[in-house]
């Protein structure tokens, strides 16, 4: 299906976000954007819309619309939010995740540890840019396949808006070191392994588990930066 006008204006503004292209703070000209992808200002207009909702973007007095940066009391919330939720979605899922889907979780898994042996491979602390655009994807949507097999369709709108600060907020702030990703495969694995045995108890306790190193992981990775 083709897409709108709106949509391809959406996808391209979200793109340069994550590819750190439009970074937190920066304003963006609704002229000169509609101008560099090709559409009127109306369709950027109803995406900026969108991504504030999301968000994503903010409407800054005197600066009209800019990247929204993240608060860490912001974090924190979300985290608390992310904790909560996907732990019970954890522990539905070990009742309700059929095979092709516990089949596609293990797809975005070894996706990831495609990226981990990437970075090991090539000897460098960090995943790059375009790697870590590619694993925070697939870390994504095996998160997201989680809350959906809940079947819990408020679950999943109030989750829509963590994810996307989400994807924000890793590919601007957290940069995701070898250790940290074995740590991360370690859980997911667990993770899976509990789903599929149908314990909810095990499967919830390593998603407790794993939100909480994340939150530890940013929080901490933030506090580093501002002290630099």
């Given at each position: 299906?083709?897409k709108?006008?709106?949509?391809?204006?959406?996808?391209?503004?979200?793109?340069?976000?994550s590819s750190?292209?439009?970074?937190?703070?920066?304003?963006?000209?609704?002229v000169a954007?509609?101008?560099?992808?090709?559409?009127?200002p109306?369709?950027?207009?109803e995406?900026y819309?969108?991504?504030?909702?999301e968000?994503?973007?903010e409407?800054v007095?005197?600066?009209?619309i800019?990247?929204?940066?993240i608060?860490?009391?912001?974090?924190?919330?979300?985290?608390?939010?992310?904790?909560?939720?996907?732990?019970?979605?954890?522990a539905?899922?070990?009742?309700?995740?059929?095979?092709?889907q516990?089949?596609?979780?293990?797809e975005?898994?070894?996706?990831?540890?495609?990226?981990?042996q990437q970075?090991?491979d090539?000897g460098?602390?960090?995943l790059?840019?375009?790697?870590?655009i590619e694993?925070l994807?697939?870390d994504?949507a095996f998160?997201?396949?989680?809350?959906?097999?809940s079947?819990?369709?408020?679950?999943k709108?109030?989750m829509?808006q963590y994810?996307?600060?989400?994807k924000?907020?890793k590919?601007?702030?957290?940069?995701h070191?070898?250790?940290?990703?074995?740590?991360?495969?370690?859980?997911?694995s667990?993770?899976?392994?509990?789903?599929?045995?149908?314990?909810?108890?095990?499967?919830?306790?390593?998603?407790?588990k794993?939100?909480?190193?994340?939150?530890?992981?940013i929080?901490?990775?933030?506090?580093?930066?501002?002290?630099?």
């Amino acid at each position: 299906m083709k897409k709108t006008l709106k949509e391809v204006a959406y996808d391209y503004v979200s793109e340069k976000i994550s590819s750190r292209e439009y970074l937190p703070g920066m304003r963006l000209s609704e002229v000169a954007v509609a101008k560099e992808i090709g559409v009127s200002p109306t369709p950027l207009r109803e995406a900026y819309s969108q991504l504030v909702s999301e968000g994503i973007l903010e409407h800054v007095p005197n600066s009209g619309i800019c990247v929204k940066n993240i608060e860490k009391k912001e974090i924190f919330d979300l985290y608390e939010l992310r904790e909560a939720v996907e732990t019970f979605c954890a522990a539905k899922a070990t009742q309700l995740m059929n095979k092709a889907q516990t089949d596609r979780i293990e797809e975005f898994l070894n996706m990831q540890k495609k990226m981990a042996q990437q970075l090991l491979d090539s000897g460098e602390e960090f995943l790059t840019k375009e790697m870590q655009i590619e694993y925070l994807k697939a870390d994504l949507a095996f998160h997201r396949l989680i809350i959906e097999s809940s079947e819990n369709e408020t679950f999943k709108k109030i989750m829509q808006q963590y994810q996307a600060l989400s994807k924000l907020l890793k590919v601007n702030i957290h940069r995701h070191t070898f250790k940290q990703i074995e740590t991360t495969l370690d859980h997911h694995s667990k993770i899976i392994k509990y789903i599929k045995k149908h314990d909810p108890e095990k499967s919830a306790f390593w998603m407790k588990k794993h939100i909480q190193f994340s939150r530890k992981t940013i929080l901490e990775e933030i506090s580093d930066s501002q002290t630099e």
